[in-house]
């Protein structure tokens, strides 16, 4: 294989690699979206923009071989990358994001995705050939500047993500897409709901079961936790809420409180009291519905 060819080689790998990170990352959010994030106001729609746009850059990458698809990929995966860490550092739309394992794969996926497809849209053709359509917009540089300058923009995404990551709180930890559950000596609440009276926590919010669970277990742990976050205590009940109250341990060994048997949670996709976006949903393996008051 003649140097010219096997550079013309690299170049094709370069475009599919980038192509195919588009599509990874896509995917991770297709089914985020599709498991809990596509009800929360505002951040579902982003996530499926993010979506849609992912596989249409990704596609028009592999189609068309042009820089100036190459380089809206590598802006895409990098604004979504700093989404991400805006949510996590800061927080977005009132909704703060945890630390999670998609969270850490789709983040080093976006690096890596920018760093091949800027390299792709800024250096010019190692093989010699013609410019591609964009290269009147996109002046090219060398193969090394290119290759050095979304180096180092990559180095410094990986540490912006890990410094924003070694901040963040763990699914079921203090920092939860949604406000706390409840704080130590609340007190449970109802409220009517489309004509149902349910159990809510101090602040308001829906308190939900889960149908996997046992009344010794919650089997919503890792990622699920961040999407509904467990109910912590101690709690007794206010005026007007009658049941059982209990706890159990969790997997992670912190206390989580139940109701009639059932161990409690609150939903991220409620972005305030007098919402149950949650009821009936059929999310993260089973299951969800509201705490009816008095009712199992």
Not at 242 to 249: P, R, S
Request: proline share 5%.
């Amino acid at each position: 294989m003649t140097r010219r060819r096997a550079r013309g080689v690299q170049w094709l790998l370069l475009r599919l690699a980038g192509a195919g990170l588009l599509f990874a990352t896509a995917g991770i959010h297709l089914d985020l979206y599709l498991t809990g994030y596509g009800t929360i106001p505002t951040i579902g729609p982003l996530f499926l923009f993010q979506v849609i746009a992912g596989f249409l850059a990704g596609a028009a990458v592999l189609a068309t071989a042009s820089r100036l698809a190459a380089a809206a990929g590598a802006i895409l995966a990098l604004s979504t990358l700093g989404g991400y860490l805006l949510t996590v550092q800061f927080g977005l739309f009132g909704f703060r994001e945890v630390r999670t394992t998609a969270g850490i794969v789709a983040g080093i996926i976006e690096v890596t995705a920018f760093a091949l497809l800027a390299v792709y849209a800024a250096a010019a053709d190692p093989a010699g050939r013609r410019a591609r359509p964009g290269s009147a917009v996109i002046p090219n540089v060398s193969w090394l500047q290119a290759s050095v300058g979304a180096s180092v923009v990559a180095v410094i995404a990986f540490g912006l993500l890990g410094g924003a990551l070694a901040g963040a709180g763990g699914p079921g930890g203090a920092a939860t897409g949604a406000p706390a559950s409840a704080s130590a000596g609340a007190s449970l609440r109802t409220a009517t709901i489309g004509g149902v009276t349910v159990l809510t926590n101090a602040a308001g919010r829906t308190l939900y079961w889960f149908a996997p669970d046992t009344p010794a277990k919650s089997v919503c742990n890792g990622s699920c936790a961040v999407y509904w976050p467990p109910v912590r205590g101690p709690l007794t009940a206010g005026a007007g809420v009658h049941g059982h109250l209990g706890t159990i341990k969790r997997a992670d060994g912190s206390t989580q409180e139940t109701y009639n048997g059932h161990p409690l949670y609150t939903y991220v996709g409620d972005s305030g009291p007098g919402q149950a976006r949650g009821n009936n949903l059929d999310l993260n393996g089973g299951l969800w519905h509201i705490v009816r008051v008095g009712r199992s």
